[in-house]
C-alpha cells in the first residue's frame, strides 16, 4: 500500500513537475500560477467576497422575489450587477479549480505528515464549506437550474433516513417553498463562507510569511481574465423554477454540480460511500507512516550559550517552528524550538548571527544548528574543497538536497556542497570561500516559488541583496556571485549557467591583467 | 551579482501568458454550462409519491383497574394505559392495473411511535394513466384504509405529486 501510494505520487510528482516548467518559461518562476495556487485560492474568495456583498444588497430574499431581482440584475443593470453576478459565478468556479489543484500539489510534494499535518488536516473541511456554500448558491437565484439542484441534494440527504420530515417535502410543490425557508438558504449561504474564511485563517496559522495574496501581475492578469470572461458571457438564469415539472436539458455548472448527475447514474448510497471515503482518506493520510525518503530529520537545536536572544532564526522560520524564551541568564532571549513543527530546514541556521565561519573558534559552535550537518562541518567541508581545488576559475556550488542535482557539476575546479537547504546558508561562507580560493560562488536551489521549504530561495535573495540579516557585506564583489536556481529535473539549465558564469569570471580577471 | 531566473520579458513571452489566461478562462466558461445534462429523457413524466404519516397505533388504550394503579408509584397513576407503538404504513401504487410499487414504511423512533415516510421517484412515458394509490395505517384493520384511483394524463416533465393530507383522510394528486 505504502509503496503503491509513493509510487504514484514520484510519478504524478514528475509529471508535475513538467507541467510547472513549462509555465515558468512565458510567466517567469516568480508569477507561475502553479507555483502559488493557494494565493490564488485567497484571490477569488475575496472576488467571490465583495461581488457577493453587493448581490445580497440587491437580492430580494423573498421566495418569489429572488429570480426577478437577479434577472434584472443581469439584463437591466448588466454593466454593474451583472458584471458582478458573472464575476461570483466564475470566481467560485476558479476557487474549486485552483483548490482542488492545491490540494493535489501539496499531496504530490508530500506535504501531508509530519510538519505539514496540521495544515493539511485543516484543510479538508476547507473542502467541504467550499462545496456546501457553492452548491447552494445555485438555489438562490431560484431558476429551474437552482431547483434541479435543490431536489437532488435534498434527495441525497434524505438518504440518510435521518430527517424527522424529509427535506425533499421542502421542495414538493411551488407552495412549499416559502419565505422562511429562503431567508434560511441565504442566511447558509453567507453563515458558511464565514467559517470557510475563519478555517482559511485557521489553515496557514502554522506557516509564517503565508503567501496569502497572489504577486500583483499575477492578480491582475486573473483578474481580467475573469472580467473579460464576465463581459463576454454574461451568467444568465434559466427559467424560473417550477417544482411542477421536471426542468429539460441544463446547463449544468460541472465544477460544483457534478454530483447530482452521478447520483442519478448510480443512487445516493454510492455519492455518500463516495465522499465518505474521499474525506476518511484525506483525514487519513496524514497518518500513514511517512512516505520513504522523508524519514525523520533531526529538528534544529539551541545551544544556549551561543545564543543571544536576536529573534532572527524566530523571524525566518517557515513553519512558525520558534518561539523566544527567557534566557536561563537571565538578560535576554532564548530560542527555542517546538520539534513537532520543525521542518529540519535548516534555515534558522543561515540565520543566526554566530554562524559565521570567520570566528576564530576551532570548534564552531552556533546558537542555533542542525545536528545532521552543524554549521562547523560545513567549514570544515568548505576548507577541505578549497584545499583539493585546482586550475584556474575554482567555483564554489552551494546547492540544496531538494533542488537541482550537482552531481554532474564535479570537476578538478568545482566544489559542490549540498546543504539541507541553500537558505541555510550564512551568507559570510560565500566572503570565505572567495577569500580562501574561489574565484567565483553560485548559489542553487529550488525555484523562489518553490522551494521545498517554502522561504529558503527568498531568503537567501534578501540575505545577498542586504534587505534582510544576516546580510552579505556590500564590500564583496558581487561579480563573482550568480544566483541559478533550478529545480529538480533542470541539471542542465544549471549546468548551462555554471559553463557561463565561469566564462564571465574568466573575462572579468582577463580584463583586470 | 548575476541573477539567473530573472530573465527580461520578451514578446512571445507576453503572447503566451495571454494565451494561457485565455485558456484558463475558456475552461471555465465551458464547464460552467457545458455539456448539458438531462435529468428525464423527453416524453417521460415523473411521479412523486411523498409523504410522512403516522400509523394509528397498534392497540387501544386500556383502562387500569385500582388495583393496577395503586401498584405503581404515585406520579405514574394515570387511568389510561396507551400502548406508544404505531402500526407501519404500508403503500401500493398500480399503474394502469399492474403494481408499480410496494412499500411498508416502519414507524420512526426508537418505541417505534413516530411518522411512516414514504418518497419514491417513479418514471412513466408521459401518456394518459390509470393510477391506484392504497395505503393501510391501521395493522388491526382489514384490507387498505385508503383507495384512489383516477385516469389521468401526464404531459412531458410534468411532476404528479402523490400525497396524503391526514387531516382530510385522504390520498392527494396534485
Ligand atoms: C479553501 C481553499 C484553500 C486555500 C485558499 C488554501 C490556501 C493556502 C495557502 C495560502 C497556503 C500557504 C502557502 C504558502 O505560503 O506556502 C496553504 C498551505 C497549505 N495548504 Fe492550503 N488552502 C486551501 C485548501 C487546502 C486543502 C483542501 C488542503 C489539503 C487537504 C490544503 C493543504 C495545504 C498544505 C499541506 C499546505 C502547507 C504547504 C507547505 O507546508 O508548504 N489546503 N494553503
Ligand atoms: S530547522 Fe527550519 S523549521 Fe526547524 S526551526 Fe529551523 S527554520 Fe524552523
Ligand atoms: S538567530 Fe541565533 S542568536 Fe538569534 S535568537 Fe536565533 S539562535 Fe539566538
Same mark, same amino acid.
Given at each position: 500500500?505504502?509503496?503503491?501510494?509513493?509510487?504514484?505520487?514520484? =510519478?504524478?510528482?514528475?509529471?508535475?513537475?513538467?507541467?510547472?516548467?513549462?509555465?515558468?518559461?512565458? %510567466?517567469?518562476?516568480?508569477?507561475?500560477?502553479?507555483?502559488?495556487?493557494?494565493? &490564488?485560492?485567497?484571490?477569488? %474568495?475575496?472576488?467571490?467576497?465583495?461581488?457577493?456583498?453587493y448581490l445580497y444588497i440587491v437580492l430580494d430574499t423573498s421566495a418569489s422575489g429572488a429570480y426577478r431581482s437577479i434577472d434584472w440584475l443581469t439584463h437591466q443593470q448588466w454593466y454593474l450587477g451583472g458584471v458582478l453576478r458573472s464575476l461570483h459565478r466564475y470566481a467560485a468556479d476558479a476557487f474549486i479549480v485552483v483548490t482542488l489543484l492545491h490540494v493535489l500539489r501539496e499531496f504530490l510534494l508530500g506535504h501531508y505528515s509530519g510538519f505539514c499535518r496540521f495544515s493539511w488536516l485543516t484543510g479538508v473541511?476547507?473542502?467541504?464549506?467550499?462545496?456546501?456554500?457553492?452548491?447552494?448558491?445555485?438555489?438562490?437565484?431560484?431558476?429551474?437550474? =437552482?431547483?434541479?439542484?435543490?431536489?437532488?441534494?435534498?434527495?441525497?440527504?434524505?438518504? &440518510?433516513?435521518?430527517?424527522?420530515?424529509?427535506?425533499?417535502?421542502?421542495?414538493?410543490?411551488?407552495?412549499? !417553498?416559502?419565505?422562511?425557508?429562503?431567508?434560511?438558504?441565504?442566511?447558509?449561504?453567507?453563515?458558511?463562507? &464565514?467559517?470557510?474564511?475563519?478555517g482559511l485563517w485557521f489553515h496557514i496559522q502554522r506557516i509564517s510569511h503565508a503567501g496569502v495574496f497572489p504577486p500583483r501581475p499575477l492578480a491582475l492578469g486573473t483578474f481580467a481574465s475573469l472580467l473579460i470572461l464576465a463581459?463576454?458571457?454574461?451568467?444568465?438564469?434559466?427559467?424560473?423554477?417550477?417544482?411542477? !415539472? !421536471?426542468?429539460?436539458?441544463?446547463?449544468?455548472?460541472?465544477?460544483?454540480?457534478?454530483?447530482?448527475?452521478?447520483?442519478?447514474?448510480?443512487s445516493p448510497g454510492s455519492v455518500w460511500a463516495l465522499v465518505v471515503t474521499a474525506t476518511l482518506l484525506l483525514f487519513l493520510l496524514p497518518f500513514l507512516p511517512r512516505p520513504r525518503g522523508y524519514a525523520?530529520?533531526?529538528?534544529?537545536?539551541?545551544?544556549?550559550?551561543?545564543?543571544? =536572544?536576536?529573534?532572527?532564526?524566530?523571524?525566518?522560520?517557515?513553519?512558525a517552528a520558534i518561539t523566544m524564551i527567557p534566557h536561563p541568564n537571565g538578560r535576554m532571549q532564548l530560542a527555542e524550538v517546538i520539534p513537532d513543527l520543525c521542518a529540519s530546514c535548516g534555515i534558522c541556521a543561515g540565520s543566526c548571527p554566530s554562524a559565521t565561519p570567520f570566528r576564530s573558534v576551532s570548534d564552531l559552535v552556533t546558537g542555533i544548528d542542525?545536528?545532521? #550537518?552543524?554549521?562547523?562541518?560545513?567549514?570544515?567541508?568548505?576548507?577541505?574543497?578549497?584545499?583539493?581545488?585546482?586550475g584556474d576559475n575554482r567555483i564554489v556550488v552551494f546547492g540544496c538536497d531538494q533542488g537541482a542535482r550537482m552531481d554532474t557539476l564535479a570537476g578538478k575546479n568545482v566544489a559542490t556542497i549540498s546543504l539541507i537547504c541553500t537558505g541555510m546558508l550564512p551568507p559570510s561562507f560565500i566572503?570565505?570561500?572567495?577569500?580562501?580560493?574561489?574565484?567565483? !560562488? #553560485?548559489?542553487? =536551489?529550488?525555484?523562489p516559488d518553490g522551494c521545498a521549504f517554502r522561504l529558503g530561495s527568498r531568503w537567501t535573495e534578501e540575505r545577498l541583496h542586504g534587505t534582510r540579516e544576516p546580510h552579505l557585506r556590500a564590500s564583496v564583489d558581487r561579480l563573482r556571485i550568480c544566483i541559478a536556481w533550478a529545480d529538480r529535473g533542470e541539471e542542465k539549465t544549471l549546468h548551462n549557467a555554471l559553463e557561463d558564469f565561469r566564462n564571465r569570471i574568466a573575462a572579468h580577471d582577463h580584463a583586470l591583467i | 551579482m548575476t541573477m539567473l531566473s530573472?530573465?527580461?520579458?520578451?514578446?512571445?513571452?507576453?503572447?503566451?501568458? @495571454?494565451?494561457?489566461?485565455a485558456l484558463f478562462a475558456l475552461g471555465i466558461a465551458t464547464f460552467s454550462s457545458w455539456p448539458h445534462y438531462r435529468q428525464l429523457p423527453a416524453g417521460q413524466a415523473l411521479i412523486k409519491l411523498s409523504f410522512t404519516h403516522t400509523g394509528k397505533r397498534v392497540a387501544d388504550c386500556v383502562q387500569r383497574t385500582p388495583a393496577e394503579l395503586a401498584k405503581l408509584s404515585p406520579n405514574m397513576r394515570a387511568p389510561l394505559q396507551c400502548p406508544r407503538e404505531r402500526s407501519p404504513v404500508i403503500v401500493e401504487v398500480d399503474l394502469d392495473g399492474t403494481l408499480a410499487y410496494r412499500h411498508v414504511a416502519e414507524p420512526s423512533g426508537l418505541s417505534r411511535d413516530g411518522a411512516s415516510?414514504?418518497?419514491?421517484?417513479?418514471?412513466?412515458?408521459?401518456?394518459?394513466?390509470?393510477?391506484?394509490?392504497?395505503?393501510?395505517?391501521?395493522?388491526?384493520?382489514? @384490507?387498505?384504509?385508503?383507495?384512489?384511483?383516477?385516469?389521468?394524463?401526464?404531459?412531458? @416533465?410534468?411532476?404528479?405529486?402523490i400525497d396524503f393530507d391526514a387531516e382530510k383522510g385522504q390520498i392527494t394528486f396534485i
Open positions: 500500500m505504502m509503496s503503491f501510494l509513493d509510487a504514484t505520487r514520484n =510519478g504524478g510528482l514528475l509529471v508535475y513537475r513538467r507541467l510547472e516548467q513549462l509555465f515558468d518559461k512565458p %510567466f517567469d518562476a516568480a508569477l507561475n500560477p502553479w507555483r502559488h495556487l493557494g494565493a &490564488l485560492g485567497f484571490l477569488f %474568495f475575496w472576488i467571490i467576497a465583495v461581488s457577493g456583498v473541511p476547507l473542502l467541504w464549506f467550499m462545496y456546501i456554500s457553492g452548491i447552494e448558491g445555485f438555489w438562490l437565484n431560484w431558476d429551474s437550474l =437552482g431547483q434541479f439542484s435543490a431536489v437532488a441534494t435534498t434527495e441525497w440527504l434524505d438518504s &440518510l433516513g435521518i430527517f424527522a420530515t424529509p427535506m425533499t417535502r421542502n421542495f414538493l410543490g411551488n407552495a412549499a !417553498v416559502n419565505d422562511r425557508l429562503f431567508s434560511l438558504l441565504v442566511f447558509i449561504h453567507i453563515g458558511v463562507p &464565514l467559517l470557510l474564511l475563519f463581459l463576454a458571457v454574461p451568467v444568465v438564469s434559466q427559467a424560473p423554477a417550477d417544482l411542477a !415539472v !421536471v426542468p429539460g436539458p441544463l446547463p449544468l455548472d460541472w465544477f460544483y454540480l457534478f454530483p447530482h448527475p452521478l447520483m442519478y447514474a448510480t525523520a530529520q533531526p529538528i534544529a537545536q539551541v545551544h544556549p550559550s551561543d545564543c543571544n =536572544g536576536c529573534r532572527r532564526c524566530f523571524d525566518d522560520c517557515p513553519y542542525m545536528p545532521q #550537518l552543524p554549521i562547523g562541518a560545513l567549514r570544515q567541508a568548505l576548507q577541505d574543497q578549497l584545499d583539493t581545488l585546482q566572503e570565505y570561500a572567495l577569500r580562501y580560493g574561489a574565484a567565483g !560562488v #553560485l548559489l542553487t =536551489g529550488c525555484r | 530573472s530573465k527580461p520579458f520578451a514578446w512571445i513571452a507576453w503572447v503566451a501568458q @495571454g494565451l494561457l489566461y415516510t414514504v418518497y419514491r421517484r417513479l418514471q412513466v412515458p408521459a401518456d394518459q394513466h390509470r393510477l391506484a394509490v392504497r395505503l393501510k395505517d391501521n395493522t388491526r384493520s382489514a @384490507g387498505f384504509d385508503y383507495n384512489r384511483t383516477e385516469t389521468l394524463t401526464l404531459k412531458p @416533465g410534468q411532476i404528479l405529486v
